[in-house]
């Protein structure tokens, strides 16, 4: 489904967020259930969707082990896959960073405690299963039969966060960690 896992030399660490992307925070095991998404989020339609608010197009960023799994199945998304940021005990920091929009939860892994942050900073949090449904996070489980219908309501929320992020928040990173804008 999403691609034979490839060795390869890839990105990590918090120089993959690049704020000039819709990033999107992936924690969780099972990827498998958002393929679909990712394909979405590829498509020339949607990317033109991201320019017309300003970005470049959306960005996976890795978290958690879902990130560790995306960083050999990346080969096959290289178009969204920015690269594995880090892992449970550095999500907070991530988010801290300014330069997330959204945290995509498709099961367990996500880190608790992080719903203040995302709500101080207004990163939209969506699960996709209740396993990994936070307190203020919005549910939008996967079900294939709807996941167009899903997969577009996850990136209208995505956009709006990304909106938001550009109004009021600029990325905290220091310039030796590749943010050209501090």
């Known amino acids: 489904v999403l691609g034979d896992p490839v060795i390869r030399m890839a990105p990590v660490g918090f120089r993959v967020i690049d704020e000039d992307y819709i990033n999107i925070m992936v924690t969780g095991h099972q990827h498998s259930t958002f393929a679909s998404f990712q394909e979405k989020i590829k498509l020339p339609e949607v990317v033109e969707v991201a320019?017309?608010?300003?970005?470049?197009?959306?960005?996976?960023?890795?978290?958690?082990?879902?990130?560790?799994?995306?960083?050999?199945?990346?080969?096959?998304?290289?178009?969204?896959?920015?690269?594995?940021?880090?892992?449970?005990?550095?999500?907070?920091?991530?988010?801290?960073?300014?330069?997330?929009?959204?945290?995509?939860?498709?099961?367990?892994?996500?880190?608790?405690?992080?719903?203040?942050?995302?709500?101080?900073?207004?990163?939209?949090?969506?699960?996709?299963?209740?396993?990994?449904?936070?307190?203020?996070?919005?549910?939008?489980?996967?079900?294939?039969?709807?996941?167009?219908?899903?997969?577009d309501r996850i990136i209208d929320e995505l956009i709006e966060s990304y909106k938001n992020r550009r109004g009021k928040v600029k990325m905290n990173l220091l310039p030796e960690h590749g943010n050209k804008n501090t």
């Open 51 to 151: 320019k017309s608010v300003g970005a470049k197009g959306f960005r996976l960023v890795g978290c958690t082990c879902v990130g560790q799994d995306l960083q050999l199945r990346g080969e096959h998304y290289k178009e969204i896959f920015a690269g594995h940021a880090g892992n449970n005990y550095t999500s907070e920091a991530i988010l801290a960073t300014g330069g997330i929009d959204g945290v995509l939860s498709e099961f367990n892994c996500t880190l608790p405690g992080i719903e203040p942050i995302c709500d101080e900073l207004m990163i939209k949090q969506i699960c996709i299963d209740d396993v990994a449904k936070k307190k203020n996070a919005e549910l939008i489980p996967f079900n294939f039969d709807t996941r167009k219908e899903d997969g």
